[in-house]
């Protein structure tokens, strides 16, 4: 971004004033310029004196406004302005503000700084830097809000700033702008953009954005778009720590010349307002989102991964959203070009879509996945984990399909009161089904595979109760196959007693000396031999609660297609039996003891 030309012309255009005392000093004072202190209209210059040198402005100017100020050092010197003071309104009409290399304007506590004019452009090819520690600063253009460029830096570490265009808008047009290798970093205050953002932009080159505390806020007035990697250009933001709120639409990597974008979450959070729509990648952009660590994504919009705008040439771009720790949030996520990978933390969407055939891909080997309704056909199976990290979907009611099948891996879970339309569930080894949430509940699927070590973890609220209410029931409208079931190869079913409040505890109604069946899944057909010795009935999580008579015992069996729990009590010739065995052992005990 070259702005020379921009800044020389609004230097010209009025009345100039340049800083004349090498050993710094008071802005305030007339004898530290050319003639007179800045007035209305007047362009201040700080950049022709050799030397190090510190200008302060610690106290309000007479003047309402002054032109532009253009803040500059020179090779192995330094130039320096400190604002303490309220007051300081420059308004230049085409740059109101430019820091160049080896310069750095601080506005401290105390210091109110208001920079307007048609474009605002800081750090033109050379390194400067703006720092806010406690005062506050406002920024008001028409095409531009604020730009850095050429390795330019704004520090946030408190206070506050504010970014706007009155233009607004993508294109040339936009409230924030940070290209050319610049960057900005917030350590802490409130930082408000409020028109559209870009980082990184076409021929002018890359930007960062950086933000480890504090507030920022995206976008509050429209058109508010705001994107990270635009045309050719790389654009990285990270955020570890604080809030960003962006109320507009959000594009990693964007366009048609490849761009490239990420968006590091580690810590913070980022929430996306107002339904507007998320891209990780589009047209022919490259960009990924990362969410580690303790970052908070949230958006109430839809999430698309290679977004494309409908022409074939261009249908290119592809997207990757990693959780591995933290939490993304939000409504319908579509994998249309690239890939989803959860690791670990949480994903919860509306709805989860993956129909591009190979191009999107959907890796889920550990962490919690809640969704409302899924729809993979993607050519390959939807497994849940990795066989060695905890994997837990949960389908929150709704309807799902896996046009290739879904099977759930040692130390994976599938839970929920949703219902499986398409695709065979398979429960391996170590893997575990459970209808319902924290309580009972209906889940309903296909087909379902039972291999030897996998589990039907089953609920119960209430022993008298109603079937799905008050007990877990599996509803499958296809085949159950178990042929692969043996006595040396067990399906468990593991029952959990729960008390009021679906808690741990004693079950109501549970009667431990009278005989009950419950009806806990039902399917279409069942291949395999349905035999009772094929499954073990673990009530450790009942019993520890709910204790049996002696001799009372569970067992499952099925009549037809109907599968069945029982609780069944010893006979009364068992329990005469039992007493005699009791009174003979108690005599012969007392006959030894004499």
């Not at 030309?5 to 802005?27: E, K």
């Not at 980082?199 to 509050?220: D, H, K, R």
């Not at 043996?486 to 109501?508: E, H, M, R, T, W």
């Not at 009667?511 to 009530?539: L, Y």
């Amino acid at each position: 971004m070259i702005l020379a030309s921009l800044i020389g012309a609004s230097v010209l255009s009025a009345s100039n004033q340049t800083w004349t005392n090498a050993a710094g000093g008071d802005w305030n004072t007339g004898a530290n310029w050319t003639s007179a202190i800045p007035a209305v209209g007047d362009n201040a210059t700080l950049t022709t004196v050799a030397g190090n040198y510190t200008v302060t402005y610690s106290s309000p100017m007479a003047a309402a406004s002054f032109g532009a100020l253009a803040l500059n050092g020179t090779v192995g010197n330094t130039t320096t302005m400190n604002i303490t003071a309220s007051g300081f309104n420059s308004s230049g009409s085409s740059a109101a503000l430019s820091v160049g290399g080896n310069a750095t304007l601080n506005v401290n506590a105390g210091g109110v700084a208001l920079f307007s004019g048609p474009n605002l452009l800081v750090a033109p090819n050379i390194t400067g830097a703006l720092n806010i520690n406690g005062g506050s600063v406002t920024f008001q253009g028409t095409q531009y809000g604020l730009g850095i460029s050429g390795g330019g830096q704004i520090t946030v570490n408190s206070g506050t700033l504010s970014a706007s265009a009155v233009a607004g808008g993508g294109g040339v047009n936009a409230g924030i702008r940070v290209v050319g290798g610049g960057s900005f970093l917030i350590n802490g205050g409130t930082v408000s953009f409020l028109n559209s953002g870009m980082i990184g932009y076409f021929n002018q080159g890359s930007g960062t954005l950086t933000m480890t505390a504090g507030a920022l806020n995206i976008g509050a007035t429209v058109p508010n778009d705001f994107t990270i990697g635009n045309l050719n250009a790389s654009g990285n933001a990270t955020v570890s720590g604080g809030a960003v709120t962006n109320y507009g639409t959000l594009t990693i990597a964007s366009d048609a010349y490849a761009a490239t974008g990420v968006l590091n979450l580690s810590g913070g959070s980022w929430v996306q307002q107002n339904g507007n729509a998320v891209y990780i990648g589009s047209i022919r952009g490259n960009g990924s989102i990362n969410v580690t660590g303790t970052g908070q994504f949230t958006t109430t919009g839809n999430t698309t991964l290679g977004n494309w705008d409908g022409i074939s040439a261009f249908d290119t771009a592809s997207g990757t959203l990693l959780i591995n720790g933290g939490s993304y949030t939000g409504a319908n996520l579509t994998v249309r070009r690239g890939s989803l990978n959860l690791q670990s933390g949480n994903l919860t969407v509306n709805a989860l879509v993956a129909t591009n055939g190979s191009n999107g891909t959907v890796s889920f080997s550990g962490g919690t996945l809640d969704t409302k309704a899924t729809t993979i056909a993607n050519g390959s199976v939807f497994t849940v984990g990795n066989g060695t990290a905890v994997a837990a979907m949960k389908l929150d009611g709704g309807s799902h399909s896996f046009a290739n099948g879904i099977t759930l891996s040692n130390n994976a879970t599938l839970s929920g009161n949703g219902t499986i339309t398409l695709g065979t569930l398979v429960v391996s080894s170590g893997a575990r089904i459970s209808p319902g949430n924290t309580g009972p509940g209906v889940l309903g699927t296909a087909a379902q595979t039972w291999l030897g070590g996998g589990s039907y973890v089953w609920k119960m609220n209430d022993a008298t109760g109603i079937q799905g209410t008050n007990w877990d029931f599996l509803n499958g409208s296809g085949t159950l196959d178990v042929s692969t079931l043996s006595p040396s190869s067990k399906f468990i079913i593991d029952l959990v007693g729960l008390a009021v409040g679906n808690v741990s505890g004693p079950v109501p109604n549970w009667n431990k000396n009278v005989d009950q069946t419950w009806k806990i899944g039902t399917f279409a057909s069942i291949t395999g031999t349905f035999n009772a010795a094929d499954f073990n009935v673990d009530a450790s999580g009942f019993t520890n609660n709910n204790p049996l008579i002696a001799g009372g015992v569970f067992s499952i069996s099925n009549v037809g297609n109907d599968i069945f729990l029982s609780y069944t009590t010893p006979e009364p010739a068992t329990w005469i039996l039992l007493a005699v065995g009791l009174t003979t052992a108690i005599v012969f005990r007392r006959r030894r003891s004499t």
